[in-house]
């Protein structure tokens, strides 16, 4: 099976040339995100607006109620999934996204050990986590497997307690040759230039009611416990609507989260190998992906 995949940080221009490739070779595409699993988390995800489509078939978006916890196994396996499928209908699946894990996952077909949730030790590192902080689980988590410890993003506790999980439940991940033929495309920018445009599209989010969106999700029963609530721009709309901090200072943190989450995409995709690297901004990007798609396609 051959998938397309389209990684790069957020902010990059993945969407709009994932669409215009999909329509030129008669693909349909496959979201690689975390956040825009979850129904309701609309504006805070970038997630795609149906006038942008194009018409294209969008798979693995709102596909979650954002009160239940995804997995990266669950994640993968549907992408698996979706991948046969769309070969099946002679369509080409294209990969889109900048998740670092699931890309991950998929491309070396890692396997998790099938290790599935522990809730009695759940509930006892979420009680840490409530009481000593994240820094506390990550600690942990170098003692007892170092090196899934340095795979694993420290600040971000659902990965942690699931890497420890993994680390004490059925074995670490462990991968093995993929059934996937990828051709893999990073879109790079200067790194002033992506940083100015995760600013304005912060900026844009705010505009269309971000804070609307956090508080409609509030209301419903949301709260920082629920693994959707922990992303970025959702968390610090939170600590606003909380009175935790102000309005100004939340913005700053969003952009400032942003920032950083696009700066771990970029080491993380510094870190893999047969990665076709394309400058967004130059003229030719475009018609350069094409021609080596097609080299690809045709063997």
């Not at 970025?232 to 200072?249: A, M, T």
Request: glycine share 8%; proline share 2%.
């Amino acid at each position: 099976m051959k998938a397309l995949f389209i990684l790069g940080p957020t902010a990059v221009g993945k969407t709009a040339i994932s669409v215009k490739l999909a329509k030129h070779f008669g693909g349909e595409i496959i979201s690689c995100d975390s956040v825009q699993v979850y129904r309701g988390l609309d504006i805070g995800s970038a997630k795609i607006k149906k006038e942008e489509t194009g018409g294209v078939p969008h798979h693995l978006i709102d596909i979650v109620s954002p009160k239940e916890d995804f997995t990266a196994f669950q994640f993968v396996s549907l992408m698996k999934e979706k991948i046969k499928e769309i070969s099946e209908r002679n369509k080409l699946p294209i990969v889109v996204g900048g998740t670092s894990l699931y890309v991950k996952s998929l491309i070396l077909n890692y396997n998790f050990g099938g290790a599935g949730k522990d809730e009695n030790l759940r509930k006892k590192l979420e009680v840490i986590l409530k009481n000593e902080g994240v820094e506390k689980l990550y600690s942990y988590l170098k003692t007892v497997n170092l090196d899934l410890a340095t795979k694993t993003e420290k600040d971000n506790p659902v990965r942690v307690i699931r890497a420890i999980e993994i680390a004490l439940g059925s074995g670490e991940k462990t991968s093995s040759k993929s059934e996937i033929d990828s051709l893999i495309f990073a879109l790079t920018m200067e790194r002033e230039k992506l940083y100015e445009r995760i600013n304005l599209r912060v900026d844009m989010m705010l505009d269309e009611g971000l804070v609307d969106e956090v508080k409609r999700l509030k209301e419903e029963g949301l709260t920082r416990e629920n693994s959707s609530m922990k992303a970025i721009g959702y968390k610090e709309v939170l600590s606003f609507l909380d009175g935790e901090i102000s309005y100004e200072r939340m913005v700053e943190l969003i952009k400032q989260h942003s920032r950083n989450y696009a700066k771990r995409q970029l080491t993380f995709l510094r870190g893999m190998e047969n990665i076709n690297y394309i400058d967004a901004e130059e003229e030719n990007s475009f018609q350069k992906i094409c021609e080596k798609v097609k080299e690809w396609l045709n063997g």
